[in-house]
């Protein structure tokens, strides 16, 4: 599947795409040089990297939550450059889910309002939303638990409670930072092969992390270091 996507349109798409922060001043960090980087629809890709190695800069800026200091990213097509910050916001909202290593969610709003939440800024009517997210928790196994709030379920269904937020929207790419760090290791297998049946049903996943039994589970993997990115080879190290 990798290779067929990676050859058809690219959902994330990178050129020379470069990050500074402070630039000319005696703080300048150059977080990110020149990244390229071609993810195709339906693919699972892994970025590795220790901390400090840019991983979270070029999520930020795959996110659209930041923007870069230099190159291009398309986003669906979409050159991010090209939009203002309402812009920006609207096309992050319609194009990208986000999973995190803490949850996230608000601890006074059950599995369902936490996954409705997003559909808010989306002006969605309450009832769609309610119905949608019902289904999103169905899509995680956990339609059972929409009632019960985030300290009342373990730490494996809080994350996929938290999936199920980042999928509300139906966006077509999904970036995990460090998802299944909080976890066992039981648990975040389980986790990894939910994002697999979410690969299969045509989703882009994006997994950041620093752990390459984790990356292992990806058809592709890339190594993040000193602000650079490199494609590994099957079977490296």
């Known amino acids: 599947m990798s290779e067929a996507s990676a050859a ?70 979409v050159d991010v450059a090209t939009l203002d910050a309402e812009e920006r916001a609207a096309l992050r909202l ?54 019960h709030r985030p300290s009342e379920l373990s730490g494996g269904q809080q994350q996929r409670v938290a999936i199920a937020r980042a999928l509300i929207n139906r966006p077509p790419i999904l970036l995990a930072d460090e998802p299944t760090g909080a976890l066992d290791t039981k648990t975040g297998e389980e986790i990894l092969a939910l994002f697999k049946r979410l690969q299969a049903e045509d989703h882009t996943v994006v997994l950041i992390t620093h752990d390459p039994d984790v990356a292992a589970h990806c058809d592709r993997v890339f190594a993040m270091r000193d602000g650079e990115l490199h494609e590994q080879q099957e079977g490296a190290a």
């Open 8 to 77: 058809g349109a690219a959902v994330i798409e990178t050129r020379a795409l470069g990050k500074v922060y402070s630039p000319g001043t005696e703080a300048e960090v150059i977080a990110l040089h020149a990244v390229d980087l071609r993810i195709g629809r339906g693919e699972f890709v892994a970025i590795m990297g220790p901390s400090g190695s840019g991983k979270s800069t070029l999520m930020n800026l795959i996110g659209c939550l930041d923007t870069p200091s230099s190159g291009q990213y398309l986003c669906d097509g």
């Open 94 to 147: 319609e194009k990208i889910g986000f999973v995190f290593q803490g949850f996230n969610l608000l601890p006074r709003m059950s599995a369902l309002e936490n996954v409705a939440m997003p559909m808010g800024y989306a002006n969605v009517p309450r009832e769609e939303r309610l119905e949608r997210a019902r289904e999103a928790l169905a899509s995680v196994g956990l339609a059972e638990r929409a009632s």
